[in-house]
C-alpha cells in the first residue's frame, strides 16, 4: 500500500468515488457509524467495486495524520500535477472563453484547497502554481477543495513568468492583484480571454510575475484591514469574471 495516498472526510471522498472510481482502492470506515451521508459513500464504494474495511476511530486518526475525516479514509492512486505541455493541450481543446487563475507562491495547503473550490465553482479551466514555493496537492488540500481538486487541473510549472509570457502569446491577458494598484478590478474587461494572478500570503506577487502582468488592479477595501485572505480574494475575483460575462 505504499504507493497510495489517503483522502479523508464525507465530501472529498464522495467527490472521488463519483468523479474517479477507479482510483480509489479501499475505503477504510469507522465502526458503527451508519448516518446517511456515510451510507451514500458505501453505496457508491459497493457501486464502485471498492474494499470496504469497519475500523476503530483511533486507525482512521493516524491514516488522516490528525485530519478531521469524519468516519471515512480513501485509499488512493496517487494524483498527478499538470504539467505545462498538458496546458497547452487543454487550451487548444477549449471552446468557451478561458479563464485561468495563477497562485504565485501560496503555501498554505487550506488557502489553495479553498481556490481550487472558488475556481471550480467558477468554471475556471485550470490553476497555475510555481513547482516551488507553493503548496501542492495533500489530504488537506482534497478536504478543502470538496472534489475540486479532482475536477480543476492544477499545473505546476517550472518557470511562472515564461508560462505568463506562453499565455499572452495565445491571446490571454494576464491581470494581476495588487493593493497599490491604481484601478478596481472592477474596471478591468474580463469578458476577453483572462488569466487573474493572486500573490503569496503577505508578500504578494514576486517582481517578475508583476512584470508580466498587462494590468494590476485592487479590490476596495473599506475597514480597518488593508487586505483579503487570498482564497477569499481569489473568490471575488473570478465571480466579478462570471458576473461580467454572464452580463454580456
Known sequence: ?????????LH????MLERAPRRVKQLEVQRGR???????????????????????PDVLDRLADGG???????????????????????????DGTPLLLVLDGVTDPHNLGACLRSADAA??????????????????????????AETVPLVAVTNLAR???????????VVGTA????????QVDLTIPTVIVMGAEGAGMRR????????????????????LNVSVAAGVCLFEAVRQRTAS
Do not use: F
Open 1 to 9: 500500500m505504499s504507493d497510495l495516498e489517503y483522502i479523508y472526510g
Open 12 to 15: 472529498a471522498v464522495q467527490a
Open 34 to 56: 451508519l448516518d446517511a451521508r456515510m451510507q451514500a459513500v458505501l453505496d457508491l464504494a459497493a457501486g464502485a467495486g471498492v474494499d470496504i474495511e469497519r475500523v476503530l
Open 68 to 94: 478531521v475525516h469524519q468516519g471515512v479514509v480513501a485509499q488512493v492512486t496517487p494524483s498527478q500535477l499538470w504539467s505545462e505541455d498538458m496546458l497547452g493541450s487543454l487550451l487548444d481543446k477549449l
Open 123 to 148: 468554471g475556471a479551466q485550470a490553476v497555475i502554481i510555481p513547482k516551488d514555493r507553493s503548496a501542492s496537492l495533500s489530504p488537506t488540500v482534497r478536504k478543502v477543495a470538496c472534489g475540486a
Open 163 to 173: 508560462t505568463l509570457k506562453q499565455l499572452q502569446q495565445r491571446g490571454l491577458w
Open 179 to 186: 493593493g497599490e494598484a491604481d484601478q478596481l478590478l472592477y
Open 208 to 227: 517578475l510575475t508583476r512584470e508580466h502582468c498587462d494590468y494590476l488592479a485592487k479590490l476596495p477595501m473599506a475597514g480597518g484591514v488593508s487586505s
